[in-house]
């Protein structure tokens, strides 16, 4: 095997490994820069700004680009409950002349339904809402640790449960009450399904963390019911800080 060309690194690309119709959707969800993913020769690759910045290390880049690719599949699980997290299959450097190193493997990467139209964020029609919730989970802690929390392969009762709970406290941090009527005013959600799902996460068998675990209520939605409405709170209220800071 010859050794490659002595040119400077210039960044860094992850060959994805997944089901190929999903991961046509992750390309059509991330066309352009900072997170770009797209099909060449039959293969679907990931690049990124933030993996050109790292350094030759294949052990962070896989880190890195495995963080990059939970929060992206977390955005896109807003869209589609079944969709299945990729994996990396291959690191590659890309060279200062453009050209692409030899692939590089590494340890590979480790999940009722719900499917809904990806529509765009009102006053930026020309910019994917997938890349515009990555930038923000960038600058916003908050949106970024409900978005790793959505990234759960269980998405039990308690994982859904401590993403509202990131949500609400950003209302009201001590009164979940009155976070719930600001939720409402602002159209996050109708009233009866927001109180029917905190009830629901808060109380019953699988609330693990509520001292009320074993009650049951007649109206408790099913975990599939939960995951859905949760997605679409999510959704909104990540959508609304959009609006919110729109001049």
Not at 44 to 73: H, K, M, N, W
Not at 164 to 174: C, L, Q, S
Not at 184 to 195: F, K, M, S, T
Request: proline share 6%.
């Amino acid at each position: 095997m010859t050794s490659e060309p002595s040119v400077p690194l210039y960044g860094w690309v992850l060959q994805l490994d997944g089901d190929h119709p999903q991961l046509e959707f992750w390309a059509q969800c991330f066309p352009q820069r900072p997170v770009h993913i797209f099909e060449k020769a039959s293969s679907f690759y990931c690049e990124a700004d933030t993996l050109d910045e790292l350094p030759d290390d294949s052990r962070i880049v896989f880190e890195r680009g495995t963080e990059l690719l939970q929060t992206a599949y977390a955005a896109l699980r807003l869209w589609r409950s079944h969709l299945e997290p990729v994996k990396i299959l291959f690191l590659i450097k890309r060279r200062a002349d453009g050209s692409w190193g030899e692939p590089a493997g590494f340890t590979s990467v480790s999940w009722n339904g719900w499917a809904s139209s990806v529509y765009f964020v009102e006053g930026h029609p020309n910019q994917s809402p997938a890349e515009m919730f990555m930038e923000l989970a960038n600058r916003d802690q908050r949106v970024r640790s409900a978005l790793d929390d959505f990234a759960s392969p269980s998405l039990d009762m308690s994982c859904l449960r401590r993403i509202a709970e990131t949500i609400w406290t950003e209302f009201d941090p001590k009164d979940q009450g009155r976070a719930q009527n600001r939720m409402v005013a602002d159209g996050l959600a109708d009233r009866q399904p927001l109180e029917r799902f905190f009830r629901t996460v808060n109380c019953g068998k699988q609330a693990a963390h509520s001292p009320f675990r074993f009650q049951k209520y007649t109206d408790s939605m099913r975990l599939g019911d939960a995951q859905e409405f949760l997605a679409g709170l999510l959704e909104r209220w990540i959508r609304s800080k959009f609006r919110d800071t729109a001049t």
